[in-house]
């Protein structure tokens, strides 16, 4: 089992930047693909960003590339989500997700995540 809780949501200015982090549980952090996603309301829940066991390979959703990066710190069982050039139709809540199936190439789709954190609202003003 692997619980997981994100911080640093908030409400900024359109042009400004956050930094989510998602702190994980458990001894094997290395051994599970890290997703970010988002869901605004009335929407589905969407791909964000995701990195590797080993943070070697990452992928982005096209609407956030050169704006987002994601990366993670193994010895502190905690990825990160750095937003900059925030836009207001960024706003979502934004959760991380971990797969154990597919560590060394992180899947883009939601169902292939196997644990959930309960979530961060970010909320981008015009």
């Known amino acids: 089992q692997v619980q997981l809780v994100e911080s640093g949501g908030g409400l900024v200015q359109a042009g400004g930047s956050l930094r989510l982090s998602c702190a994980a549980s458990g001894r094997t952090f290395s051994m599970y693909a890290m997703g970010w996603f988002r869901q605004a309301p009335g929407k589905e829940r969407e791909f964000v960003a995701a990195i590797s066991g080993k943070g070697v390979r990452t992928y982005f959703a096209d609407s956030v590339k050169g704006r987002f990066t994601v990366s993670r710190d193994n010895t502190k069982n905690t990825v990160y989500l750095q937003m900059n050039s925030l836009k207001p139709e960024d706003t979502a809540v934004y959760y991380c997700?971990?797969?154990?199936?597919?560590?060394?190439?992180?899947?883009?789709?939601?169902?292939?995540?196997?644990?959930w954190g309960q979530g961060t609202q970010v909320t981008v003003s015009s």
């Open positions: 997700a971990a797969d154990r199936n597919s560590w060394h190439d992180p899947s883009l789709a939601p169902s292939e995540y196997n644990y």
